[in-house]
Nanobody, 123 residues
Framework: QVQLVESGGGLVQAGDSLRLSCASS????????MGWFRQAPGKERELVAA????????YYTDSVKGRFTISRDNAKNMVYLQMNSLKPEDTAVYYC????????????????WGQGTQVTVSS
C-alpha cells in the first residue's frame, strides 16, 4: 500500500516562505517522478513543480518560476517544495504526487496522491 503524506502548510503573509515536505512509502521511490500540484477554490488542479527520477530535471509552472524550488532526498524517501516570496494567489491545497515507469514527468497523469496540505497566504 502506497502512502504519500504532505506536511508543512500553514497560514503566512505575502512575502513569507514555507517549505512543504512529502514522505513516500514506496520502496522504489528513487525511480519515481515526483510532482507538486495545487488546487485553489473554484480552480482546476495545477501542476506546480516536478522532478524527474532519471536525472533530477525539474519543471515549474510559469507563475512560480524563480520563487519555488522542488528537491528530493532519495535516502529518506522525501520530496520538498521550498516556496519563497509567497503571494495570495498561491493560496491552495498542495498535493504531493508520484508516477513511475516513465520519464514523462510534466503531465498531470500521476499515479499516487497524498491527501494535501493547506497553504494560505494573506495580503
Amino acid at each position: 500500500q502506497v502512502q504519500l503524506v504532505e506536511s508543512g502548510g500553514g497560514l503566512v503573509q505575502a512575502g513569507d516562505s514555507l517549505r512543504l515536505s512529502c514522505a513516500s512509502s514506496r520502496r522504489a521511490f528513487s525511480m519515481d517522478n515526483m510532482g507538486w500540484f495545487r488546487q485553489a477554490p473554484g480552480k482546476e488542479r495545477e501542476l506546480v513543480a516536478a522532478i524527474r527520477w532519471t536525472d533530477d530535471s525539474t519543471y515549474y509552472t510559469d507563475s512560480v518560476k524563480g520563487r519555488f524550488t522542488i528537491s528530493r532526498d532519495n535516502a529518506k524517501n522525501m520530496v520538498y517544495l521550498q516556496m519563497n516570496s509567497l503571494k495570495p494567489e498561491d493560496t491552495a491545497v498542495y498535493y504531493c504526487a508520484a508516477k513511475y515507469l516513465t520519464t514523462e514527468y510534466i503531465t498531470p497523469d500521476y499515479r499516487y496522491w497524498g491527501q494535501g496540505t493547506q497553504v494560505t497566504v494573506s495580503s
